[in-house]
T-cell receptor, first 115, second 111 residues
Framework: GQQLNQSPQSMFIQEGEDVSMNCTSSSIFNTWLWYKQDPGEGPVLLIALYKAGELTSNGRLTAQFGITRKDSFLNISASIPSDVGIYFCAGQRYAGGTSYGKLTFGQGTILTVHP | DTGVSQDPRHKITKRGQNVTFRCDPISEHNRLYWYRQTLGQGPEFLTYFQNEAQLEKSRLLSDRFSAERPKGSFSTLEIQRTEQGDSAMYLC?????????FGSGTRLTVV
């Protein structure tokens, strides 16, 4: 099935560093979401973006909905060891038919934080 | 309410056997979704219910797969005649509007 292009695939950083990851699509989405997944668990919603150009923060996390509606990025500032995990972007469309509500996910970014 | 609950958490089955998973969504959520996630990939959409109506099914959902949500509350996902390629994490999510809440998933291993 279709997946979004998410990069980088993995990151190894030192505690305290900032992190940036992004997601691109060949088609438009109405909503962009960022999730974090720990091993053996389901994804947990971090940030939801609903308007093109929107910049939203959640603590040390900041995400933006690209103006073209085909991309989004997530920044994590001052990383800590508990930021370790897999981060997924997801796009959602509202346009017509029965496709409302379905999420299309990126392949994930594996984040490792060294103390 | 403790969120979206999935049962069992882990299932090991022999190839050719049938398996059934259960999902209990957040009680006020009218939409329920099933996704499948294989190692190293993001979740992929399988099917979606609004109340008891199944509104969309992915082409990933072969005729060996069936999902139900009989009273618009909990849902079951059944896989008949399991194959090794069915080994994956099966995730359930529910929503009212906007972002979903996912369950912890059922890890299926077909041996």
């Amino acid at each position: 099935g279709q997946q979004l292009n998410q990069s980088p695939q993995s990151m190894f950083i030192q505690e305290g560093e900032d992190v940036s990851m992004n997601c691109t699509s060949s088609s438009i989405f109405n909503t962009w979401l960022w999730y974090k997944q720990d091993p053996g668990e389901g994804p947990v919603l971090l940030i939801a973006l609903y308007k093109a150009g929107e910049l939203t923060s959640n603590g040390r996390l900041t995400a933006q909905f690209g103006i073209t509606r085909k991309d989004s990025f997530l920044n994590i500032s001052a990383s800590i060891p508990s930021d370790v995990g897999i981060y997924f972007c997801a796009g959602q469309r509202y346009a017509g038919g029965t496709s409302y509500g379905k999420l299309t996910f990126g392949q994930g970014t594996i984040l490792t934080v060294h103390p | 309410d403790t969120g979206v609950s999935q049962d069992p958490r882990h299932k090991i089955t022999k190839r050719g056997q049938n398996v059934t998973f259960r999902c209990d969504p957040i009680s006020e959520h009218n939409r329920l979704y099933w996704y499948r996630q294989t190692l190293g990939q993001g979740p992929e959409f399988l099917t979606y219910f609004q109340n008891e109506a199944q509104l969309e099914k992915s082409r990933l959902l072969s005729d060996r797969f069936s999902a139900e949500r009989p009273k618009g509350s909990f849902s079951t996902l059944e896989i008949q005649r399991t194959e090794q390629g069915d080994s994956a994490m099966y995730l359930c999510a529910s929503s009212l509007e906007g972002g979903y809440t996912f369950g912890s998933g059922t890890r299926l291993t077909v041996v």
